[in-house]
């Protein structure tokens, strides 16, 4: 019987008309930022755990090895954002557009995101483990050696993604679609895709997988 998924919703992000921020309102611990427009600041090392941002925008802003740990996102567009470890744990995402990213070895282990969109970014070694996914959906992204392990994934989807080496150990997936993924590559956790839907050509590429997890041997 033919499976029926839902959709994830789209955030709803209409922000006003913002202010462009000054130097004085570099991101700082615990601090408190309302429409404001960040452009092409240089947060490299920035220390900001538990700052909340709400209807904002970060365009062009460099987060290498930035501790953004407990942050909070709220109606926020980043785009075009750069970084090489950036520390994102336990952070929560709502209602945000993450677009044309380049990020490498981004920690969002323990992290919740809901109704977020993740559109035209390349992120290598993006870690969610113990997150929560909700109305996430990714489209147009290289994923390199994505993280999902004990992950909770409803309503997910993956449009003409690239996916490489993902790991879904011990993750739990409702209505994740798969169908779309230009390349689905799964290294770990090929046992846990229940709930998820794939395409026939995609079970053939992950025969081998389920069968080795199955204890099955492919002989001539």
Same mark, same amino acid.
């Given at each position: 019987?033919?499976?029926?998924?839902?959709?994830?919703?789209?955030?709803?992000?209409?922000?006003?008309?913002?202010?462009?921020?000054?130097? *004085?309102?570099?991101?700082? +611990?615990?601090?408190?930022?309302?429409?404001?427009?960040?452009?092409?600041?240089?947060? *490299?090392?920035?220390?900001?755990?538990?700052?909340?941002?709400?209807?904002?925008?970060?365009?062009?802003?460099?987060?290498?090895? +930035?501790?953004?740990?407990?942050?909070?996102?709220?109606?926020?567009?980043?785009?075009?954002?750069?970084?090489?470890?950036?520390?994102?744990?336990?952070? !929560?995402?709502?209602?945000?557009?993450?677009?044309?990213?380049?990020?490498?070895?981004?920690?969002?282990?323990?992290?919740?995101?809901?109704?977020?969109?993740?559109?035209?970014?390349?992120?290598?070694?993006?870690?969610?483990?113990?997150?929560?996914?909700?109305?996430?959906?990714?489209?147009?992204?290289?994923?390199?050696?994505?993280?999902?392990?004990?992950?909770?994934?409803?309503?997910?989807?993956?449009?003409?993604?690239?996916?490489?080496?993902?790991?879904? *150990?011990?993750?739990?997936?409702?209505?994740?679609?798969?169908?779309?993924?230009?390349?689905?590559?799964?290294?770990?956790?090929?046992?846990?895709?229940?709930?998820? !839907?794939?395409?026939?050509?995609?079970?053939?590429?992950?025969?081998?997988?389920?069968?080795?997890?199955?204890?099955?041997?492919?002989?001539?």
């Amino acid at each position: 019987m033919a499976q029926r998924i839902r959709a994830p919703r789209l955030p709803e992000v209409a922000l006003p008309a913002l202010r462009a921020a000054e130097p *004085s309102d570099r991101p700082s +611990a615990d601090g408190g930022y309302d429409s404001l427009e960040f452009t092409d600041a240089g947060w *490299s090392g920035l220390r900001a755990r538990g700052a909340a941002f709400l209807e904002c925008a970060m365009r062009g802003c460099a987060l290498d090895d +930035a501790d953004l740990r407990r942050v909070r996102l709220t109606d926020t567009v980043l785009e075009g954002v750069t970084g090489a470890g950036v520390q994102l744990s336990e952070a !929560v995402l709502r209602d945000v557009e993450l677009l044309d990213a380049r990020l490498g070895g981004v920690q969002l282990g323990g992290a919740g995101l809901n109704r977020v969109l993740i559109r035209g970014c390349k992120i290598d070694y993006l870690s969610l483990r113990q997150s929560r996914l909700t109305d996430v959906t990714f489209q147009g992204c290289t994923l390199i050696e994505p993280d999902f392990g004990g992950a909770r994934l409803e309503r997910v989807s993956f449009a003409d993604c690239e996916l490489r080496g993902a790991d879904f *150990s011990h993750a739990v997936l409702r209505d994740t679609d798969l169908r779309a993924a230009s390349r689905l590559e799964i290294a770990r956790g090929v046992d846990r895709l229940g709930g998820a !839907v794939i395409t026939p050509a995609q079970l053939l590429d992950l025969a081998p997988a389920l069968a080795g997890h199955l204890g099955i041997a492919i002989q001539p």
